[in-house]
Antibody, heavy 117, light 112 residues
C-alpha cells in the first residue's frame, strides 16, 4: 500500500526557516518525480514545486522560488521541503504527493505550517 | 499562468441524483506529446485530496464508476451519475500540461 507521511510542521516567525519531511512506503521513491502542494486555511490547492527522480532538476511556483528548495534522499525513500524567509502568506497545510504536476496520484495527510509573530 | 475556472463553486445535490462540475482553461491543454494532462481530485471534509480521474477521462483504481470525466481542449466536465452521501466534499480540477500546474478554485458538493 502506498503511503506518504509528512512531518516537521509547526509555528515559525516571519523570516524563519523550517524543513518538512515526507516518508514514503509501499513504492520506491527513486522511480517517481515527487511534488509538494499546499493549501492555505479554508482555501484551495496550490502546487508548490516538484523534483525529478534523481534530484537533478527541480521546479517551483514563482511565489516560493528562491526561498523554498525540494530535495530527496532516495536511499531513505524520503522527500524534503526546505523553507526559508517564511512569510505569513506561506501559512498552509503542505502535502507531499507522488508524481510530477501531471500525476499527483497519491497524497500524504499533510503537515501544517503556521507563520506568525 | 494558465487559469482554470470551475463552475459552479457550490453544488447542492439530492441523494441519488446526478451532478456535474465544469472546468474551463484559459488555453488549450493538449500537450505537444498528444496527451491532455487534466485531472480531477476529491477532498472529503478533514481529509487530504484524492485523485479520481487522470488525463481527462481515466478513472483511478478504486474510484466508483459513477464518476466520469470528459472534455477536450479547454472545456472539461466531471459527472457523478448518482450522488451518494460519501461524495460530499470539495472537488478540484487541475491542469498539468503547462508549467506551472494550476488548480481550479474548487466546487463544494453538499447534500440538499
Amino acid at each position: 500500500e502506498v503511503q506518504l507521511v509528512e512531518s516537521g510542521g509547526g509555528l515559525v516567525q516571519p523570516g524563519g526557516s523550517l524543513r518538512l519531511s515526507c516518508a514514503a512506503s509501499g513504492f520506491t521513491v527513486s522511480d517517481h518525480w515527487m511534488s509538494w502542494v499546499r493549501q492555505a486555511p479554508g482555501k484551495g490547492l496550490e502546487w508548490v514545486g516538484n523534483i525529478k527522480t534523481d534530484g537533478s532538476e527541480d521546479y517551483y511556483v514563482d511565489s516560493v522560488k528562491g526561498r523554498f528548495t525540494i530535495s530527496r534522499d532516495n536511499a531513505k525513500n524520503s522527500l524534503y521541503l526546505h523553507m526559508n524567509s517564511l512569510r505569513v502568506e506561506d501559512t498552509a497545510v503542505y502535502y507531499c504527493s507522488r508524481g510530477g504536476v501531471r500525476d499527483l496520484d497519491y497524497w500524504g495527510q499533510g503537515s501544517l505550517v503556521t507563520v506568525s509573530s | 499562468d494558465v487559469v482554470v475556472t470551475q463552475s459552479p463553486l457550490s453544488l447542492p445535490v439530492t441523494l441519488g441524483q446526478p451532478a456535474s462540475i465544469s472546468c474551463r482553461s484559459s488555453q488549450s491543454l493538449v500537450h505537444s506529446d498528444g496527451n491532455t494532462y487534466f485531472n480531477w481530485f476529491q477532498q472529503r471534509p478533514g481529509q487530504s485530496p484524492r485523485r479520481l480521474i487522470h488525463k481527462v477521462s481515466n478513472r483511478d483504481s478504486g474510484v466508483p464508476d459513477r464518476f466520469s470525466g470528459s472534455g477536450s481542449g479547454t472545456d472539461f466536465t466531471l459527472k457523478i451519475s448518482r450522488v451518494e452521501a460519501e461524495d460530499v466534499g470539495v472537488y478540484y480540477c487541475m491542469q498539468g500540461t503547462h508549467w506551472p500546474g494550476t488548480f481550479g478554485q474548487g466546487t463544494k458538493v453538499e447534500i440538499k
